[in-house]
């Protein structure tokens, strides 16, 4: 069975924790990108990412751009939206129905 992680700092994330998800507290860029190799080869269907962590990890994530799973999904941290979710979900929406619709 496939799981559902989220990655990110504690003040972040640790909400996700009492919807039963899988939590994963980094701090650091190379604790993110280690995190994020664990969980695709622990078969992870979907990982939330917060957008402050996603900067230095763009090689990673758009490996994964192409593919059904993982499911990488960039959520705002704590500080607040980088408005970098919703470039990710617009760029998916376009590619899926061929034009920009908003």
């Known amino acids: 069975m496939y799981k559902i992680a989220v990655i990110g700092d504690r ?3 640790l909400g996700f924790k ?3 998800l899988d939590v994963f507290f980094v701090e650091t860029d190379e604790a993110a990108r280690a ?3 664990r969980l695709v080869q622990e078969e992870y269907a979907i990982i939330y ?3 402050q962590l996603s ?3 763009r090689a990673e994530i758009a490996k994964y751009k192409d593919f059904a ?3 990488i999904i960039l959520i ?3 500080t607040g939206s980088l408005g970098l979710a919703e ?3 617009r760029s998916a929406v376009e590619r899926a129905v061929g034009a920009d619709i908003s």
Do not use: R
């Open 87 to 89: 470039a990710a979900l």
């Open 69 to 71: 799973i993982p499911a």
């Open 18 to 20: 009492a919807l039963g």
């Open 55 to 57: 900067t230095p990890l």
């Open 11 to 13: 003040d972040s994330v």
């Open 76 to 78: 705002p941290g704590k």
């Open 35 to 37: 995190t994020l190799h």
């Open 49 to 51: 990412l917060t957008e």
